[in-house]
T-cell receptor, first 111, second 117 residues
Framework: GQQLNQSPQSMFIQEGEDVSMNCTSS?????WLWYKQDPGEGPVLLIA?????ELTSNGRLTAQFGITRKDSFLNISASIPSDVGIYFC???????????FGTGTSLTVIP | GAVVSQHPSRVICKSGTSVKIECRSLDFQATTMFWYRQFPKQSLMLMATSNEGSKATYEQGVEKDKFLINHASLTLSTLTVTSAHPEDSSFYICSARDQTIRGRGYTFGSGTRLTVV
């Protein structure tokens, strides 16, 4: 199936720093989702985006739906140790269909 | 709301045996559930789409006779790994969609760590 490319693949940052990651696809999507996965657990939804250009926040997290509908961005401000994990983007073409995951960004926060 | 329960969380089995993994939507009905497989340090790869009351749709390269999916009710889908081999060892995750919630309704189970020895 399709796979979305995420960058960077991994990040090591100091506590308190801001984080930016992005996700790109060769196909357009109508919905973008961002998930966080802790080790040994299933992904947990962070933010959902439904419209090109949309900018949505969830606490210290902000995500944007790219204008071309082929990309999305996630920013985390003032990182804390519990932000550690793997962040996945996911694209959805039509509601009710399956969606496809990005390759993941592993985040390590150094206290 | 929109809770998905997956069981078991961990299972170890011998080569050649079969293992069944359950995925339940606890507080909503799901006509469609999805099964994913995840290898260490990799992304989730969709294996199949489970449709209530009909046959599952498998992604290319996934053996339908090896990974049997049954979605007999609106709240339960099962994945059976038949004649398991060590290379089937992986993290299996299901997700289900609460159709009453636009877009955000895709909820994941906590996953099943399968180890075949």
């Amino acid at each position: 199936g399709q796979q979305l490319n995420q960058s960077p693949q991994s990040m090591f940052i100091q506590e308190g720093e801001d984080v930016s990651m992005n996700c790109t696809s060769s196909s357009i999507f109508n919905t973008w989702l961002w998930y966080k996965q802790d080790p040994g657990e299933g992904p947990v939804l962070l933010i959902a985006l439904y419209k090109a250009g949309e900018l949505t926040s969830n606490g210290r997290l902000t995500a944007q739906f790219g204008i071309t509908r082929k990309d999305s961005f996630l920013n985390i401000s003032a990182s804390i140790p519990s932000d550690v994990g793997i962040y996945f983007c996911a694209g959805l073409w039509n509601t009710g269909n399956q969606f496809y995951f990005g390759t993941g960004t592993s985040l390590t926060v150094i206290p | 709301g929109a809770v998905v329960s997956q069981h078991p969380s961990r299972v170890i089995c011998k080569s050649g045996t079969s293992v069944k993994i359950e995925c339940r939507s606890l507080d909503f009905q799901a006509t469609t559930m999805f099964w994913y497989r995840q290898f260490p340090k990799q992304s989730l790869m969709l294996m199949a789409t489970s449709n209530e009351g009909s046959k599952a749709t498998y992604e290319q390269g996934v053996e339908k006779d090896k990974f049997l999916i049954n979605h007999a009710s609106l709240t339960l889908s099962t994945l059976t790994v038949t004649s398991a081999h060590p290379e089937d060892s992986s993290f299996y995750i299901c997700s289900a969609r609460d159709q009453t919630i636009r877009g955000r309704g895709y909820t994941f189970g906590s996953g099943t760590r399968l180890t075949v020895v």
